[in-house]
């Protein structure tokens, strides 16, 4: 099966979301360039593979310092391309990188270094994984952190030495040329870092251009198409897919400190982050003085265009599809019966605003609560018991984060316990994202597999298995050629022994 282009332009031309501006344009590839592309990466990629990993450690870490160095242009850049505030910039496009490439710089050669399998039966051999790269792995991203999620995939894969090829979204490439560059200087081989750009058919071209793996970060819909053509193909992949996160704000939970988290877990990235607070469950004890003080926080933000202030704390959506579908979400509640506590409108002016909307009196035959939103919504369900905010926090069909607010260590770990999500936090929101040690993955129609962590890095590699005699002199096997007649009651016995008499009991892996 091969994959055509939709697309006639030639460029996509990126505009600031936030006031129109023209921010810059790159070419769009074509199925020849991508191949070719892949084709580069493979050739670039068995010198990079050979490398000890120590050194690609180091080369990892002198892309640490490019960043560093950088800092201020990677920051600007999401602004200018994303309407990303400078304080987000700052810690959700650079610092998590560095984190990540820090952890990685120091773990790598423990978490890829051979394991060796305790073994329990066959004592007189030997057994353990070895962790090779896996090829040539592509990066398929989203636009709501161009730099930390198409580049903390790259930067997993090149430390487990694979050669790369990210497509970043067409809406926000012009970070990734940028990071590209970076990285090339700090001395991460040309050929082993491609970047193609286009629409969703350059993605699906380059799924289609004989990659080895491919890390695909975006919308439900979508990776079930790139799920489909990567099992077409037989290639291993990771889907990392919508959420629809619920807080729990149990009745006794340390209420400033849940405001102040389900403020940012709410707004953060104007509310288009996977793993935003997207449905606020709050018990009926705490409700009253709860809901109020949100709504006056929330009033209290701060909308507008972070190239000309950084003196805000949301900006604008990603571009009008994103506004529109917000808006009917809202619109939908409202004509159900929801009340708009603040916000629930469009902001006028040039840009993609809309203001941070707080929805009362919601309930779940609403498409707000059942749809991915991705904007600055936080629409209120009050619960009467742990078990009612429990069964409503499962009740959806994805299951990427969830977030409990107590006073208590243990009911929040019971109550977490009791959650279908990849990640539940309690008492916080968002941060385990740059902590690259621990997993992150979707549940339900968020995803399959996990990126970060050492299951992560080891994922971007090909386990293979190596068995070898423990004991050579051994020259053969009670179980091989010749079958004789004689043998069989002695394998009886030995089967009985093992399985029957309890004896099989006294082996242990070891
Ligand atoms: P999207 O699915 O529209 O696009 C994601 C990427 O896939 C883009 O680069 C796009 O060009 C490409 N693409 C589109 N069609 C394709 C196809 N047929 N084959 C191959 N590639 C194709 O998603 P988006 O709007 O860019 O991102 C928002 C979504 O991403 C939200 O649903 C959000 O929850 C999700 N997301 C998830 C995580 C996570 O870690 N789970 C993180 C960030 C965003």
């Given at each position: 099966m091969s994959v055509a282009l939709a697309s006639e332009a030639a460029t996509l031309r990126i505009c600031s979301p936030?006031?129109?501006?023209f921010v810059g344009e790159v070419e769009i590839d074509t199925v020849e360039s991508v191949r070719a592309a892949v084709g580069k990466a493979r050739n670039g990629q068995p010198e990079w593979g050979a490398r000890s990993i120590r050194e690609r450690c180091e080369v990892m870490l002198r892309v640490r310092q490019k960043l560093l160095e950088n800092t201020d242009l990677i920051v600007e850049n999401a602004a200018k391309e994303n309407g990303k505030p400078r304080h987000e910039g700052l810690l959700h496009e650079v610092m998590t990188q560095l984190e990540l490439l820090t952890y990685f710089a120091a773990e790598s050669e423990r978490i890829l270094a051979p394991q060796s399998i305790p073994m329990r039966l066959l004592k007189q051999r030997t057994s353990y994984i070895q962790y090779q790269p896996r090829g040539v792995v592509a990066i398929i991203a989203p636009w709501n952190f161009p730099n930390h999620l198409g580049f903390g995939g790259v930067a997993m894969a090149l430390f487990a030495g694979n050669a790369v090829v990210l497509k970043p979204s067409e809406f926000t490439p012009l970070s990734a040329q940028l990071l590209r560059r970076l990285y090339i200087e700090a001395g991460v081989p040309e050929a082993c870092l491609q970047v193609v750009n286009g629409y969703g058919d350059v993605g699906a071209a380059l799924i289609d251009s004989g990659v080895d793996f491919v890390e695909f970060t975006g919308s439900v819909a979508t990776g079930k198409k790139v799920a489909a053509m990567c099992g077409e193909r037989l290639i291993p992949c990771v889907m990392e897919l919508g959420g629809k996160a619920p807080a729990l704000v149990m009745d006794d939970a340390n209420l400033d400190r849940a405001l102040g988290a389900v403020l940012w877990g709410g707004f953060a990235n104007a509310g288009q982050?996977?793993?935003?607070?997207e449905r606020l469950l709050v018990h009926e004890k705490v409700y009253d003085a709860f809901v109020p003080k949100l709504v006056e926080r929330v009033k209290a933000l701060r909308v507008g265009d972070a190239s000309a202030s950084s003196d805000i704390d949301l900006g604008p959506l990603v571009n009008r599809r994103q506004l529109d579908i917000v808006a009917a979400l809202v619109e939908d509640a409202v004509a159900k019966g929801a009340t708009v506590a603040c916000g629930g409108h469009r902001i006028e002016g040039p840009g993609f605003f809309y203001a941070p909307t707080v929805l009362t009196n919601v309930t779940t035959d609403m498409d707000i609560v059942n749809r991915e939103t991705f904007g600055p919504v936080v629409p209120v369900m009050k619960v009467s018991s742990e078990a009612e905010a429990i069964l409503e926090a499962n009740r959806s069909h994805l299951g990427l984060l969830a977030y409990v607010f107590t006073r208590s260590g243990s009911r929040g770990r019971r109550i977490a316990e009791q959650i279908r999500a990849g990640t539940v936090m309690v008492n916080d929101v968002l941060a385990t994202a740059a902590a690259a040690e621990t997993p992150w993955g979707g549940l339900k129609q968020s995803g399959l597999g996990i990126t970060h962590s050492d299951e992560g890095l080891r994922g971007l590699c090909e386990a293979r298995h190596i068995n070898y005699d423990a004991v050579p002199w051994l020259s053969r096997e009670l179980w091989w050629f010749p079958y004789e007649a004689k043998n069989l009651p002695l394998l009886r016995r030995l089967i009985n022994l093992l399985y029957g008499s309890g004896l099989g009991r006294l082996f242990k892996a070891s």
């Amino acid at each position: 099966m091969s994959v055509a282009l939709a697309s006639e332009a030639a460029t996509l031309r990126i505009c600031s979301p936030a006031n129109g501006e023209f921010v810059g344009e790159v070419e769009i590839d074509t199925v020849e360039s991508v191949r070719a592309a892949v084709g580069k990466a493979r050739n670039g990629q068995p010198e990079w593979g050979a490398r000890s990993i120590r050194e690609r450690c180091e080369v990892m870490l002198r892309v640490r310092q490019k960043l560093l160095e950088n800092t201020d242009l990677i920051v600007e850049n999401a602004a200018k391309e994303n309407g990303k505030p400078r304080h987000e910039g700052l810690l959700h496009e650079v610092m998590t990188q560095l984190e990540l490439l820090t952890y990685f710089a120091a773990e790598s050669e423990r978490i890829l270094a051979p394991q060796s399998i305790p073994m329990r039966l066959l004592k007189q051999r030997t057994s353990y994984i070895q962790y090779q790269p896996r090829g040539v792995v592509a990066i398929i991203a989203p636009w709501n952190f161009p730099n930390h999620l198409g580049f903390g995939g790259v930067a997993m894969a090149l430390f487990a030495g694979n050669a790369v090829v990210l497509k970043p979204s067409e809406f926000t490439p012009l970070s990734a040329q940028l990071l590209r560059r970076l990285y090339i200087e700090a001395g991460v081989p040309e050929a082993c870092l491609q970047v193609v750009n286009g629409y969703g058919d350059v993605g699906a071209a380059l799924i289609d251009s004989g990659v080895d793996f491919v890390e695909f970060t975006g919308s439900v819909a979508t990776g079930k198409k790139v799920a489909a053509m990567c099992g077409e193909r037989l290639i291993p992949c990771v889907m990392e897919l919508g959420g629809k996160a619920p807080a729990l704000v149990m009745d006794d939970a340390n209420l400033d400190r849940a405001l102040g988290a389900v403020l940012w877990g709410g707004f953060a990235n104007a509310g288009q982050v996977c793993a935003s607070i997207e449905r606020l469950l709050v018990h009926e004890k705490v409700y009253d003085a709860f809901v109020p003080k949100l709504v006056e926080r929330v009033k209290a933000l701060r909308v507008g265009d972070a190239s000309a202030s950084s003196d805000i704390d949301l900006g604008p959506l990603v571009n009008r599809r994103q506004l529109d579908i917000v808006a009917a979400l809202v619109e939908d509640a409202v004509a159900k019966g929801a009340t708009v506590a603040c916000g629930g409108h469009r902001i006028e002016g040039p840009g993609f605003f809309y203001a941070p909307t707080v929805l009362t009196n919601v309930t779940t035959d609403m498409d707000i609560v059942n749809r991915e939103t991705f904007g600055p919504v936080v629409p209120v369900m009050k619960v009467s018991s742990e078990a009612e905010a429990i069964l409503e926090a499962n009740r959806s069909h994805l299951g990427l984060l969830a977030y409990v607010f107590t006073r208590s260590g243990s009911r929040g770990r019971r109550i977490a316990e009791q959650i279908r999500a990849g990640t539940v936090m309690v008492n916080d929101v968002l941060a385990t994202a740059a902590a690259a040690e621990t997993p992150w993955g979707g549940l339900k129609q968020s995803g399959l597999g996990i990126t970060h962590s050492d299951e992560g890095l080891r994922g971007l590699c090909e386990a293979r298995h190596i068995n070898y005699d423990a004991v050579p002199w051994l020259s053969r096997e009670l179980w091989w050629f010749p079958y004789e007649a004689k043998n069989l009651p002695l394998l009886r016995r030995l089967i009985n022994l093992l399985y029957g008499s309890g004896l099989g009991r006294l082996f242990k892996a070891s």
